[in-house]
């Protein structure tokens, strides 16, 4: 709970000599808020073979083979799951799981019955506001999540993303960096850096692009923190960016233009 994941994961290590399903569950929950997808799903599997009558280690599972994809397998657990008991939880996660197969309808209809099951649980309300948002209902997915009592890092995130999406940057920067401040992480930088680019605030565009291409060496964010650089008057900076980049994709034609343009100012 403090953030001490790595702390955790080594006392759970330790825990399993007293119960290696839940350790290795809790294991695998740590990874997970590491941002440790593989690993994590690794340590789900782990728990569920320990005991494979353990429902919750079959939920998260299924939540993040969502997120590799592994849509059929994570379709065939929550199924299995949904027989015994159609708890709002489940019902979520299984239409959580239709509306990445593009299945809208059917999560439409698992959406209206978990909210019947339990309407009052944060995490029916919080995913159901994704839902809503992920088809367009900008207002009314922003009024859910507004009206939680407690928000964690996706609920920032999905507040920072709605916002973007109706032109409103400064509150979606606000969301975005209460987001940044439970973990760091590619997309919460990524957007940032777009919402002040369409503020054309471009000295803190650049910085939070530095983070950026310090978590993640693609090319294109390293092209966009070189045009920020450019833009906020970092004219040295962003041609030494541009050299390295040029060293490395010598074809790269819009490269060229890129340090033209910071050689000419």
Do not use: C, W
Request: proline share 1%; hydrophobic share 35%.
């Amino acid at each position: 709970m403090q953030g001490n994941f790595e702390d955790a994961i080594r006392k759970y290590e330790e825990g399993l000599r007293v119960n290696r399903s839940v350790a290795f569950y809790n294991m695998g929950v740590s990874y997970y808020l590491l941002g440790d997808i593989d690993k994590s799903e690794e340590y789900f599997r782990k728990s569920v073979e320990e005991d494979p009558k353990f429902t919750e280690g079959y939920i998260n599972l299924a939540v993040v083979l969502l997120q590799t994809g592994k849509l059929d397998e994570a379709e065939l657990y929550m199924a299995e799951l949904l027989k015994d008991r159609a708890s709002g939880k489940l019902l979520v996660n299984m239409a959580n799981i239709y509306l990445r197969k593009g299945e809208t309808a059917r999560a439409t209809v698992l959406y209206e019955e978990a909210l019947k099951k339990d309407g009052k649980s944060r995490f029916v309300m919080s995913n159901y506001a994704y839902f809503l948002l992920s088809i367009g209902e900008f207002e009314s997915g922003i009024k859910i999540i507004e009206g939680l009592e407690y928000k964690n890092y996706t609920d920032y995130f999905n507040l920072g993303t709605a916002y973007y999406r109706t032109g409103d940057y400064l509150t979606s920067i606000t969301n975005l960096l209460l987001a940044e401040k439970f973990r760091e992480t590619e997309e919460v930088f990524e957007l940032l850096a777009r919402d002040y680019n369409m503020l054309k605030s471009y000295a803190e565009e650049a910085s939070v692009l530095k983070k950026l291409t310090d978590l993640n060496k693609d090319r294109d964010y390293r092209h966009r923190y070189a045009l920020a650089l450019f833009r906020s008057g970092s004219l040295n900076t962003a041609h030494d960016v541009m050299t390295r980049l040029l060293a490395e994709y010598p074809k790269e034609t819009a490269y060229y233009l890129t340090d033209y343009n910071i050689l000419l100012a």
